[in-house]
Structure formats: structure tokens, C-alpha cells
């Protein structure tokens, strides 16, 4: 059984940074493409995203700030966030699917975790 677990979110001062993790078990993340997406309102938008043999792809908005990796020795996905923008606050959702998957369509993913929280104050 596929599971994804997101951590690291938080309250921010604008200009902050947080580090967001999502841990993954039941599968191989070697083999997987992972991803992050922020939803603040109805939408749930990608934000980054690195594909099986390690190419990354981010929104034009968060080009140059957030930084996207992944651990598959511990099976993890984790997300720098520097330089936070209120427009960055949501809920952000770790995503895992075993088909190639670039930033930032709207393309199925076969598993969701349950999200993290981000929020920034000025």
C-alpha cells in the first residue's frame, strides 16, 4: 500500500524559508515521479516536480526560490522553499506517480498525501 506523508510546514515571515519533506512507503521512489502542488482555494496548482531519473521542473513562479529533491535511499521528497512570498501560502500536497511527469499540467497522479500547511505573515 502506497503512502505519502508531508511534513515541515508552517508559519513564515515573508522573505522566510521552510523546508517541506513527504516520506513515502509502499514503493520505490527510484522508479517514481514525485511532486509538489499547493492548493489555496479550489485550485491545486503544481509548484515542482522531479521525474524518475532526476529532471526537475517548477512553475515560473517559483523558479529561482524553490529547490526540489529527492532521497531515494530514504525514500523521500523534500522541497526548499527560500525567499517566501505571501502568494506562496497553502496547503501543499506531496504526489507520487510511476509515469513521467514534468511541471506543472494538470496530469493524474496515482497517489496524494494528506498535505502540510504554509503560511506566511508580513
Known amino acids: 500500500q502506497v503512502q505519502l506523508m508531508e511534513s515541515g510546514g508552517g508559519s513564515v515571515q515573508a522573505g522566510g524559508s521552510l523546508r517541506l519533506s513527504c516520506v513515502g512507503s509502499?514503493?520505490?521512489?527510484?522508479?517514481?515521479?514525485m511532486g509538489w502542488y499547493r492548493q489555496s482555494g479550489e485550485e491545486r496548482d503544481g509548484v515542482a516536480i522531479i521525474s524518475m531519473d532526476g529532471f526537475t521542473t517548477y512553475a515560473d513562479s517559483v523558479k529561482d526560490r524553490f529547490t526540489v529533491s529527492k532521497d531515494n535511499n530514504k525514500n523521500t521528497l523534500y522541497l526548499q522553499m527560500n525567499n517566501l512570498k505571501p502568494e506562496d501560502a497553502g496547503m501543499y500536497y506531496c504526489?507520487?506517480?510511476?509515469?513521467?511527469?514534468?511541471?506543472?499540467?494538470?496530469?493524474?497522479?496515482?497517489?496524494w498525501g494528506q498535505g502540510t500547511q504554509v503560511s506566511i505573515f508580513s
Open positions: 509502499g514503493f520505490a521512489s527510484s522508479s517514481y515521479s
Open positions: 504526489a507520487a506517480d510511476p509515469r513521467r511527469r514534468t511541471c506543472c499540467s494538470g496530469a493524474f497522479w496515482s497517489y
